[in-house]
């Protein structure tokens, strides 16, 4: 569960400290001059694709519940981040792969990402949706007749006056 919650925490500072750490890494390994400005272009980028998945992650309820992100987020984020930081190394003839295999995992996250805040969804709503019918069944099947008053048990309380 502590892992789960430090990447419940960790999603909104990754998507500046991990931009920021490609634009710092390339420049100190030496990444070349054409490509620190291909970064200063992908980098944005990057930092809002890290934003809407970490807002995707947080829109589901039993993220927000539970303040931690499931063990797929967990799997997926860790191999995600890893691949940022390590294309921020700049291994010549590596960091091409290292930037596709980041790029796909990047896509696997935001879909996968997406289709669990999906199916949580629609379970929630399925849940809320049959509560109201059975608060519609209950209703039309479970009333008592109009006129009559508790079921049809009346309790009649008289009361006798001394002066009388």
């Known amino acids: 569960m502590i892992l789960r919650r430090a990447f419940f925490w960790w999603l909104f500072p990754s998507a500046v400290i991990l931009p920021a750490w490609l634009l710092i890494g390339w420049a100190a390994f030496g990444g070349g001059g054409w490509a620190f400005l291909g970064l200063l272009i992908a980098c944005p980028i990057l930092f809002i694709a890290m934003l ?6 947080r829109a589901r309820g039993s993220v927000r519940e539970q303040r931690a992100v499931s063990w797929t987020d967990v799997g997926l984020l860790a191999a995600w981040h890893i691949a940022i930081i390590a294309f921020g190394f700049y291994i010549p003839g590596v960091s091409g792969w290292i930037a596709v295999l980041g790029i796909l995992v990047g896509l696997a996250t935001f879909w996968v990402s997406l289709w669990e805040l999906l199916n949580e969804t629609r379970a929630r709503v399925q849940m809320t949706f049959d509560a109201y019918e059975r608060a519609a ?7 008592p007749d109009p006129g009559s008053v508790d079921g049809g048990e ?11």
Do not use: M, N, P, S
């Open 52 to 57: 809407a998945i970490g807002g995707i992650i």
């Open 137 to 143: 069944q209950q209703q039309q099947f479970g009333r």
């Open 154 to 164: 009346y309790i009649v309380i008289e009361e006798r006056r001394d002066d009388e």
